[in-house]
């Protein structure tokens, strides 16, 4: 497996699904999934997208800098370190974030996220 390749593909359709359709973000999540946004903890694929749903962006766009990745045990988890800036419409300044991923697979051959954790990186 192409670590490298899945965490690419995987950041990829997150952020552009996060920028276009915030409600299908649910899909990548199960109901033993936890995210945490900003410290606050939110666990179930249910919970987690009335989260994403629920914030107060109208528009926003992500730019992704840097994407690190790693194995994750012996079931082939992929843990996935993101940084990057959102911009948010109406705003002249872009917000700077880290966000990590572990990527659990299914099955059926994809992956699912079973943790993610997203943080304003506050200068």
Known sequence: MDQDGVAKAFVDHYYQTFDSNRAALGRLYQDGSMLTFEGAKIQGAAAIAAKLTSLPLQQCAH?????????????????????????????????????MFHLMPTPQGSFYVLNDIFRLNYA
């Open 63 to 99: 730019s992704i800098s840097t994407i690190d990745c790693q194995p994750s045990g012996p079931t082939g988890g992929i843990l996935v370190f993101v940084s990057g800036s959102l911009q948010l419409g109406g705003e002249q300044h872009s917000l700077k974030f880290s966000q």
